[in-house]
């Protein structure tokens, strides 16, 4: 993607990114609707979905010619890389949005023929906007990133992941996951996966590992990781496919090869 072009389709991402926070910010103090999808810890909102909604309209009349995969169905069924697609999760963290009215995002990555270009995570209660540009590394606000810590040990590591990992599950190895519990310094669970990939591009935390999280949960924090050093993947170890759902690993790449073979065993 040429410089220009990727610089003006990010000067409107941020801007409709803080204009949408500022509209959630202000639905805060309404009574929303609440609905489930797929079980009854499976969250919506008519805030989830109105914010889908303006970005959608904002980039059809903009970009015309660009897809966009989200999660709340305003989206277009993409099925190769070919060509710009927003990747977007309206509310990341909708249960936290609903239980705690803040710890929740607003996730953006940019991808051109399959590549990452353009990443925007937006903690909207505390106005953090986490940003990266493919080859001009990460930020938060205004201050640069620094490269991930060469110095990083698994033993004194936090390690983010969803704790139904460590429970007996049908696919890993809960027994070897519990292991990584207790070898390493602490575990974190912050209920907002694109969050939990900006914590590890930030450094305050090692890596975050889950199961099957899907394209919009993880499209810009792959992104923001990368600028920073950072090592993401399947939980296989496969190269991450953004068209679908992932187990995934993200973290700093001193740790990486320990994680995944030491401790991630496929059942
Ligand atoms: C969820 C959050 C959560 C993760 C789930 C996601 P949502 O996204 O990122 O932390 O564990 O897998 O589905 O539904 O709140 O956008
Ligand atoms: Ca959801
Ligand atoms: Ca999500
Ligand atoms: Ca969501």
């Not at 500022?22 to 079980?39: A, G, P, Y």
């Not at 890389?81 to 999760?89: C, K, P």
């Not at 909207?124 to 493919?134: E, H, Q």
Request: negative net charge.
């Amino acid at each position: 993607m040429q410089k220009a072009i990727r610089q003006n389709i990010f000067d409107n991402a941020k801007h409709w990114v803080y204009e949408a926070g500022e509209r959630i910010r202000d639905h805060m103090q309404q009574q929303f609707q609440i609905d489930t999808k797929s079980n009854p810890n499976d969250l919506v909102t008519e805030v989830d979905k109105a914010t889908e909604q303006f970005f959608a309209e904002k980039i059809r009349s903009t970009y015309p010619d660009h897809k966009l995969i989200g999660e709340e169905g305003y989206g277009d069924r993409v099925e190769s890389v070919d060509g710009t697609i927003w990747i977007i999760d309206p509310i990341d963290g909708t249960m936290n949005f609903v239980h705690q009215k803040r710890n929740f995002a607003i996730s953006i990555g940019i991808y051109s023929d399959g590549i990452g270009e353009i990443a925007l995570i937006y903690n909207v209660m505390d106005d953090v906007l986490y940003t990266a540009l493919k080859g001009e590394g990460a930020y938060r606000n205004q201050d640069k990133l620094p490269m991930l810590s060469e110095e990083v040990k698994l033993e004194t590591s936090i390690i983010g992941m969803n704790s139904i990992l460590a429970c007996e599950n049908k696919r890993v190895n809960e027994k070897r996951v519990q292991q990584l519990i207790k070898d390493t310094r602490g575990t974190r669970s912050y209920g907002s996966a694109a969050l939990e990939f900006a914590y590890v591009a930030e450094g305050i935390m090692d890596a975050y590992i889950t199961m099957k999280l899907a394209p919009w949960d993880f499209a810009a924090g792959y992104i923001l990781v990368d600028e920073v050093g950072g090592m993401t993947t399947q939980a296989t170890g496969e190269p991450v496919n953004v068209l679908t759902n992932n187990t995934i690993v993200t973290c700093n790449k001193q740790i990486y090869q320990s994680i995944i073979k030491e401790y991630i065993e496929f059942k």
